[in-house]
């Protein structure tokens, strides 16, 4: 007989998951328009008090190379105030649970982020990257992987000594834009080097959407076998074939239970154009049409995972609102489908039926809730050959 139980076919799979969301940080650095400040942290706040306890929320980095964030002293400054910290205090959020993070790829990034933290407005969390492919990475940090590595050693540190979480990030686990495919033993190897040298936990990321399900199943699989604290990985999936719920799933099976993603699915290589003005980002973008390569939205994720019947603490329908107000900030129709579609209620839309039902019953003389015809067996009688072999 077939089990029934998915938790018995998938016994790694977890009944409670945490959902980071990187929607200031990820999302808009890959927007052509400034994203106002006030925008900025009004999503960051509101995604807090709708349930989010880990956010991206700023890129530490040069503003000269990527404008979008040359506000982030600003934004991570609203986090920190004590008006912000009462708001939660109110909505039953406990604030000192939050992990406030910053993208800082580079070393003199870093350095930023701690004389914030010296100044009380620093993030908890701090962002380093290595890519597999030596291309994607060079064209991500401007560095080598034997430099990188050196970098991050002494960064790790640094961070740890003022008292913020390093995430190293492992990117082209299933591919590369660049130089195409990937072994997944590199990037199991590149999360042990992280681990090795001090990192806290580990974003595993498919930045351009390489993924297979398949592919990432045996993938977590192999990491959690080496590595099988689950609070040490993170997945961070982007669509751009619409196949990332499937790997979300996938991840699931193998054991993952933290994940992140963006409102409406925004995200994607750092803008090289923004507002009227070319800006280096990181080059030419890697797509033919840069609007549908980020990441899995959030919208859909925290749905899929709700109805699952998986622990996530968000408030669903907040975070709706929230997705349809973020496609009036960015001013165009966004990628969740979740936003109009909503969730799949119990009680259904009783205002779409078809009027006259009731009517119909009691001329017919049938009694409510009927769903075959009373002279029939009260469970149907299979034929011998049914279906394609009775009609042969």
């Known amino acids: ?39 900025k942290i009004f999503y960051a706040q509101e995604m807090i008090l709708a349930g989010a306890k880990e956010i991206e929320v700023t ?16 934004v991570l400054t609203a986090l920190r105030s004590d008006a912000f910290k009462k708001r939660c205090e109110r909505a039953g959020v406990k604030y000192d649970e939050l992990v406030i993070t910053a993208v800082t790829i580079r070393e003199p990034a870093v350095d930023v982020a701690i004389e914030l933290r010296k100044r009380g407005v620093g993030p908890d969390r701090v962002l380093m990257m290595v890519s597999t492919d030596p ?5 991500n940090s401007g560095t080598t992987l034997t430099q990188y590595w050196k970098e991050a050693e002494r960064c790790i540190k640094k961070a740890r000594d003022f008292g913020m979480k390093m995430c190293g990030t492992v990117s082209t686990i299933w591919g590369s834009p660049i130089t195409g495919a990937t072994r997944l033993e590199d990037a199991v190897e590149f999360t042990k080097r992280f681990l090795s040298i001090g990192a806290h936990d580990i974003e595993h990321a498919d930045h351009d959407g390489s993924a297979s399900a398949a592919q990432v199943y045996r993938y977590f699989s192999m990491v959690l076998d080496a590595m099988p604290y689950t609070e040490t990985h993170l997945c961070h999936l982007h669509e751009t074939k619409r196949v990332a719920s499937a790997s979300i799933l996938a991840a699931l099976h193998a054991g993952i239970t933290r994940f992140e993603g963006t409102l409406g699915g925004l995200g994607g290589q750092p803008a090289n154009f923004l507002d009227d003005c070319p800006v280096r980002g990181t080059g030419d973008y890697y797509y033919k049409d840069p609007r549908y390569v980020g990441l899995i939205t959030l919208e859909d994720l925290i749905v899929m995972i709700d109805e699952l019947g998986i622990e996530h603490g968000y408030n669903v329908d907040r975070v709706l609102w929230l997705g349809a107000k973020m496609e009036k900030t960015i001013g165009r129709r966004l990628r969740s489908e979740a936003v109009l579609n909503g969730r799949t209620l119990k009680e259904g839309h009783p205002e779409y039926a078809r009027p006259g039902l009731s009517k119909l019953i009691k001329k017919l003389g049938e009694k409510p809730g009927t769903l075959s015809p009373p002279d029939w067996s009260p469970q149907a009688i299979l034929p011998e050959k049914y279906g394609p072999l009775g009609w042969k």
């Open 59 to 74: 890129n530490l980095g040069n503003p000269e190379g990527i404008p979008q964030f040359k506000d982030a002293e600003q």
């Open 1 to 39: 007989m077939t089990e029934y139980d998915y938790w018995k076919i998938f016994p790694r799979m977890p009944k409670k998951v945490t959902i980071g969301d990187i929607t200031v940080r990820d999302g808009f650095q890959h927007e052509e328009k400034f994203i106002s400040t006030n925008a």
């Open 135 to 139: 291309e994607h990475h060079f064209a």
